[in-house]
């Protein structure tokens, strides 16, 4: 059993910052790509950014400059810092991770609970 829990969501802002973090915890092997996503109702759930388990990341245009992404391997966690906040940043943030949890099992994609984001002009 994995489990993703998120923290740091809640009111910011415009301009401002806020923190996110996802722990990852139960019967893991190895975590490859760890990454968050958000959706806002009525659209689908994208991509904000993604770290694979080197460090290299990749940002989704509209959080370029602005987010970063890191990640604690030996925490199992990943991190999100958002700065200089938009009202367009509103939205529920998910988790995702790449685990594996045993030597020969596949690769799956967990998901956080979500964590609501609201940020205020």
């Known amino acids: 059993q994995v489990q993703l829990v998120e923290s740091g969501g809640g009111l910011g802002q415009a301009g401002g910052s806020l923190r996110l973090s996802c722990a990852a915890s139960g019967s893991i092997f190895s975590i490859n790509a760890m990454g968050w996503y958000r959706q806002v109702p009525g659209k689908q759930r994208e991509l904000v950014a993604v770290?694979?388990?080197?460090?290299?990341?990749n940002y989704v245009d509209s959080v370029k400059g602005r987010f970063t992404i890191s990640r604690d391997n030996a925490k199992n966690s990943v991190y999100l810092q958002m700065n200089s906040l938009k009202p367009e940043d509103t939205a529920v943030y998910y988790c995702n991770a790449d685990i594996k949890t045993g030597w020969t099992a596949r690769t799956r994609g967990y998901w956080g609970q979500g964590t609501q984001v609201t940020v205020s002009s």
């Open positions: 770290i694979n388990s080197g460090g290299i990341t």
